[in-house]
């Protein structure tokens, strides 16, 4: 079986009497008059109220980044790194309501401002798990640990007193994105008995996990690395639908980058047949990238119907 894609409107303007101008004027002039929140004419919090602020502030942060780490792969994970940049954004709002003691007001805003930057920078990470290019929360740590706005949170927090400690402790530190995989022809479900063979050969720019699936679960898989052609065997008598997932970072369970979810659109039924002379088996090929004379095309599937 080899794969083939073929196939205006009106405004009411209301003018102000002289009088009405006058006291919206003074309502204004007045209004000013008092502090505004977070000025450094607010009155400032004591040291020790400013340190359980900010000792709040990198609770929240740690649970927000807890939650990414746990969180399943795409729609569950892009929906925790999209709550981590609001929570972040609330903290910077609220440190902005706050007066901080006089030795922490030039930092208080360097806070400020890598707390907003890395809440926008995280939006740009949901954006990339929505795409699939970030998959799992493996690469997605990878990726926050090393975003600009952390940085910055890192040289800033310490500033601030021993509870800004807890804002650098709750975030990962730097490390390169994961590159893991297995070696070509890994089995990682075996089938079970049989005489069938499957041949998957793969594309040259990453890896693969062939699945054979029968009633929404998985009988059995192998890995094909990049550009090579790998094996399975043992496959029992039946029909099977054949999936295939491809990426980057084989975490063994899935790829944390750049992951795809396919299947061929046609079934595999293998077959035994015994006489006395011999027994005929089925062999299939498959080809995990278009081809002109294919006889099968490949779909995609949402990942949370691929079978486990």
């Known amino acids: 079986m080899n794969t083939s894609r073929d196939h205006p409107r009106l405004r009411s303007i209301r003018r102000l009497t002289p009088r009405l101008a006058t006291a919206v004027i003074c309502g204004i002039m007045v209004s000013s008059c008092g502090p505004l929140p977070g000025s450094p004419h607010a009155t400032p919090l004591s040291p020790e109220a400013y340190?359980?602020?900010?000792?709040?502030?990198?609770?929240?942060?740690t649970a927000a980044l807890d939650r990414i780490e746990a969180a399943p792969p795409?729609?569950?994970?892009?929906?925790?790194?999209?709550?981590?940049?609001?929570?972040?954004?609330?903290?910077?709002?609220?440190?902005?309501?706050?007066?901080?003691?006089?030795?922490?007001?030039?930092?208080?805003?360097n806070l400020v401002s890598a707390l907003e930057a890395l809440a926008s920078q995280l939006s740009g990470v949901r954006a990339q798990v929505q795409s699939q290019e970030l998959c799992a929360a493996p690469s997605v740590m990878a990726t926050l640990s090393s975003l600009p706005g952390a940085d910055a949170l890192r040289r800033v927090a310490p500033r601030l007193g021993p509870a800004g400690a807890d804002l650098t402790a709750a975030l990962p530190a730097p490390e390169p994105l994961p590159d893991r995989g297995e070696n070509n022809g890994t089995v990682l479900r075996a089938p079970g008995s049989g005489r069938g063979e499957i041949t998957a050969e793969n594309v040259p720019?990453?890896?693969?996990?062939?699945?054979?699936?029968?009633?929404?679960?998985?009988?059995?898989?192998?890995?094909?690395?990049?550009?090579?052609?790998?094996?399975?065997?043992?496959?029992?008598?039946?029909?099977?639908?054949?999936?295939?997932?491809?990426?980057?970072?084989?975490?063994?369970?899935e790829f944390t980058r750049s992951c795809t979810f396919q299947r061929f659109d046609k079934p595999a039924t293998f077959t035994t047949t015994e006489t006395q002379d011999e027994i005929t088996y089925m062999h299939l090929t498959v080809v995990l990238y278009p081809t002109l004379?294919?006889?099968?095309r490949v779909v995609d599937v949402p990942p949370d119907s691929f079978p486990k």
Do not use: C, K
């Open 51 to 61: 340190q359980a602020e900010l000792r709040a502030d990198g609770g929240a942060l």
């Open 74 to 109: 795409l729609v569950p994970l892009a929906s925790q790194v999209g709550s981590a940049a609001s929570a972040l954004r609330a903290a910077a709002q609220r440190l902005t309501t706050i007066g901080p003691p006089t030795r922490y007001a030039a930092a208080q805003s």
């Open 205 to 253: 720019d990453h890896d693969s996990v062939v699945t054979l699936g029968q009633d929404g679960r998985a009988i059995g898989s192998f890995y094909v690395t990049r550009g090579e052609t790998a094996r399975m065997t043992n496959i029992p008598d039946g029909t099977y639908d054949i999936f295939f997932t491809s990426g980057t970072d084989w975490d063994g369970n």
């Open 293 to 296: 004379n294919g006889n099968s």
